[in-house]
């Protein structure tokens, strides 16, 4: 059973519209939110992350809320460039180690 | 930096023969990840070590899987006898010390084919 989901296999956007990837889980212990980007034939490289003390977090054109309510997060890329067409993880850690990741998102922005 | 070293990064094997992943995490990192993804799970994760200790294998499928770490720079992962549903990319991350909001930094992968 996924613990964290993404519904969305794929998405397109603009080139320089908002780019909103979405990310629920079902764990109320998840302490820890992070989005990891992967480009082909590469491994996930780390993105942006988000405590579960605070409801947003804002990196350059990357912005990630959080939702603990609903158990819903997102991830907002303003504005979408070409070359943020990725596939996009979202992830969450309980305390330590254990990471659970979702199945991804592909992005592809379009010129 | 290297980065995460991963060999090889394609396998493609038979039903029934031993494969087996390697990787080299950062240097002076002191935990190591393995991971698995497919289409239907995303990414899964295998196994831990902590100072070369495994801490968590409740995600290793059974027992046709094992890892080691014999030392602080080098890990296996082993399936024998491998099954075609065994075929999916297999990452090995590192960090710091896998404490709090270390940073997982992820190997390019290993892509594993089972006919």
């Known amino acids: 059973d996924q613990q964290v989901k993404q519904n969305s296999p794929s998405l397109s956007v603009q080139e320089g519209r908002i780019s909103i990837l979405n990310c629920d889980y079902t764990n109320s212990m998840f302490d820890y939110f992070l989005w990891y980007k992967k480009y082909p034939a590469e491994g996930p490289t780390f993105l942006i992350s988000?405590?579960?003390?605070?409801d947003k977090n804002e990196d350059g054109r990357f912005t990630v809320f959080l939702n603990k309510s609903a158990k819903h997060l997102s991830l907002h890329i303003v504005p979408s460039q070409p070359g943020d067409s990725a596939v996009y993880f979202c992830a969450a850690r309980i305390r330590a180690n254990n990471l659970f990741f979702g199945t991804g998102t592909r992005l592809t922005v379009i010129p | 930096d290297a980065g995460v070293i991963q060999s090889p990064r394609h396998e493609v094997t038979e039903m029934g023969q031993e494969v087996t992943l390697r990787c080299k995490p950062i240097?002076?990192?002191?935990?190591l990840f393995w991971y698995r993804q497919t289409m239907m799970r995303g990414l899964e994760l295998l196994i831990y070590?902590?100072?070369?200790?495994?801490?968590?294998d409740s995600g290793m499928p059974e027992d046709r899987f094992s890892a080691k770490m014999p030392n602080a720079s080098f890990s296996t992962l082993k399936i024998q006898p491998s099954e075609p549903r065994d075929s999916a990319v297999y990452f090995c991350?590192?960090?710091?010390?896998?404490?709090?909001?270390?940073?997982?930094?992820f190997g390019p992968g290993t892509r594993l084919t089972v006919l």
């Open positions: 991350a590192s960090s710091l010390n896998g404490q709090g909001t270390d940073t997982q930094y």
């Open positions: 988000i405590s579960s003390i605070k």
């Open positions: 240097s002076g990192h002191n935990s």
């Open positions: 070590f902590n100072n070369n200790v495994p801490i968590d």
